[in-house]
């Protein structure tokens, strides 16, 4: 089964609004993390957040947010004021803590933002 | 900052031959890490290694080997190329213990095999 689940392949947004990109997940790990990647077009994978299973706020780092709703197993990151170098693929990811060594992360297939000026 | 360092940003190769990809970090991680990239399907793990001459299976290990004789390099090995091994390469390194901590992706390699 999909572990990870980005059902939007491409967004828009317009510049300087706010953008919600969706992933949900699945495991039956009490004790996981969940991060969020972003890839611009020139190929290097940027860590933007994490999110830990046990956290009781939601993760904030500058522009980024994390809307995490553990029963609904839904890890949505939230872009604030969009901006024209925002325009990149996303990854979410989880790492289960069960897992053996290793921190192995689980990707979901992205999604393709483009923020329009 | 750390620094994960991958051989080439491009590279071709014909069917049939052994291609090497080596992948270099810089900040003592016990953990390293080889994904292939392909559209639609995000990034898919190919083997990891938590520690020098350790290696483990991912997701898709077949018609791949690896080698990390040290901490700071993993080597990926693609025995005999095919065409389907097309793809765009991945390494990434982080330190073993701490569950927040992100895995560090150096620049990618688009390997064509033709």
């Known amino acids: 089964a999909q572990k990870i689940t980005q059902t939007q392949p491409g967004m828009f947004v317009q510049e300087k609004e706010a953008v919600t990109l969706d992933c949900t997940y699945d495991t039956s790990d009490p004790s996981y993390g969940l991060f969020w990647y972003k890839q611009p077009s020139s190929g290097e994978m940027i860590f933007l957040i994490y999110?830990?299973?046990?956290?009781?706020q939601n993760a904030t780092e500058g522009r980024y947010s994390l809307n995490f709703q553990k029963a609904r197993k839904s890890a949505n990151l939230v872009i604030s004021a969009s901006q024209l170098g925002d325009s990149a693929m996303y990854f979410c990811a989880m790492r289960e803590e069960g897992e053996t060594s290793g921190s192995r992360l689980t990707f979901g297939e992205g999604t393709q933002l483009t923020v329009n000026p | 900052d750390v620094k994960v360092t991958q051989s080439s940003r491009y590279l071709v190769k014909r069917t049939g031959e052994k291609v090497f990809l080596e992948c270099v970090q810089d900040m003592d991680h016990e953990n390293m890490f080889w994904y292939r990239q392909d559209p639609g399907l995000g990034l898919r793990l190919i083997y990891f290694?938590?520690?020098?001459?350790?290696?483990e299976k991912g997701d898709i290990p077949e018609g791949y080997s690896v080698s990390r004789e040290k901490k700071e390099r993993f080597s990926l090995i693609l025995e005999s190329a095919s065409t389907n091994q097309t793809s765009m390469y991945l390494c990434?390194?982080?330190?073993?213990?701490?569950?927040?901590?992100?895995?560090?992706f150096g620049d990618g390699t688009r390997l064509s095999i033709l």
């Open positions: 290694s938590y520690d020098v001459k350790m290696k």
């Open positions: 999110q830990g299973s046990y956290d009781q």
């Open positions: 990434a390194s982080s330190f073993f213990q701490g569950s927040n901590q992100p895995q560090h």
